[in-house]
Nanobody
Framework: VQLVESGGGEVQPGGSLRLSCAAS????????MNWVRQPPGKGFEWVSE????????RYASSVKGRFTVSRDNAKNTLYLQMNSLKPEDTAKYYCAPRSTRSGDYGDRYYFSSLSLEYDYWGVGTQVTVSS
């Protein structure tokens, strides 16, 4: 399994970024996919989930209305469109397929280690929101 996140960078408050996650080594089209993030010096925060077909999405309350998750199963790629970025969005962003250990994500969900929630994840891409 390989997951490669890209698209991060430094942006001013109010700006936008689009993250991508290229997946291989598993049947991407049947996997519920997640985005999570880790702010500097903190634990992990679940950000968003999308079902296998892309019809159902869920978001943490901290990003709802600003972020949009999508997927292209033909390209085995997951996306996260991030608009109206805030300094508190600064974090390393990871993509991961849901596992049997993944929690029942509500409006907010925090955890200390990716291995508590997922079997596989990428190396992450850094997003920095700063003026």
């Amino acid at each position: 399994v390989q997951l490669v996140e890209s698209g991060g960078g430094e942006v001013q408050p109010g700006g936008s970024l689009r993250l991508s996650c290229a997946a291989s080594g598993f049947t991407f089209s049947t996997a519920r996919m997640n985005w999570v993030r880790q702010p500097p010096g903190k634990g992990f925060e679940w950000v968003s989930e999308i079902n296998s077909g892309g019809e159902t999405t869920r978001y943490a309350s901290s990003v709802k209305g600003r972020f949009t998750v999508s997927r292209d199963n033909a390209k085995n790629t997951l996306y996260l469109q991030m608009n109206s970025l805030k300094p508190e969005d600064t974090a390393k962003y990871y993509c991961a397929p849901r596992s049997t250990r993944s929690g029942d994500y509500g409006d907010r969900y925090y955890f200390s280690s990716l291995s508590l929630e997922y079997d596989y994840w990428g190396v992450g891409t850094q997003v920095t929101v700063s003026s």
